[in-house]
């Protein structure tokens, strides 16, 4: 199952990529107090889709991964060894939060009146989302 792995290997990059993307742009909007438009949205919105798609991919990549049967070792042993934590605990929860957090920020600049309230929420939601993705990053063995 090397393609599911190798597969969020590389769709790690369209996410990061587009997430700085749609961060910055929201700042950027933000301070220079621009509208918010057709461009901004679509920004925002590939880079809901393709943390989606990377969502469901990891939850794929986690049940092949050689990782995974570390598990028949027990919950102790996982803890104790931060490579395992990383992989099967912490890279895991922490992104499912971080894409509660971008779906959020998404579903709540929609609600939103006005230019700055859009631009304030994208740009909070999606640049905590993206902290914790990159506090979560295996960036030993990755890129
Ligand atoms: C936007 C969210 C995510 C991003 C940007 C991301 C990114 C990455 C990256 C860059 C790697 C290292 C790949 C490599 O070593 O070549 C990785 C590995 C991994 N990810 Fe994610 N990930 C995300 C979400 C998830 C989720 C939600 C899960 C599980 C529910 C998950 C499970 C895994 C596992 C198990 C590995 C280790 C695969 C292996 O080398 O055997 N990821 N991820």
Redesign the pocket.
């Known amino acids: 199952m090397d393609i599911i ?2 597969l ?6 369209v ?2 990529i587009f ?1 700085v993307l749609a961060t910055l742009n929201a700042f950027w909007g933000l301070i220079g107090k621009r509208s918010f438009g057709s461009k901004d949205l679509r920004l925002s919105l590939f880079a809901l889709i ?2 989606h798609i ?2 469901l ?12 049967s570390a598990w028949e070792n027990g919950m102790g042993a996982v803890m104790k060894d931060s490579t395992l934590r990383l ?2 605990v912490e ?3 922490t ?2 939060l ?2 509660v957090l ?1 779906t959020m920020g998404w579903s709540l600049h929609k609600k939103a009146a006005g230019d700055r309230k859009k631009y304030f929420r994208i740009a909070v939601f999606y640049g905590i ?1 993206l902290l914790l ?1 990159l506090s ?3 960036w030993q ?3």
């Open positions: 792995i190798s969020h290997s590389k769709l790690a990059y996410v990061l997430l393709f943390s990377q969502l991919i990891g939850i794929a990549t986690y049940f092949v991964s050689p990782y995974f992989y099967l890279h895991p929860t992104n499912i971080a894409i971008i989302g993705l979560r990053i295996p063995n990755w890129p």
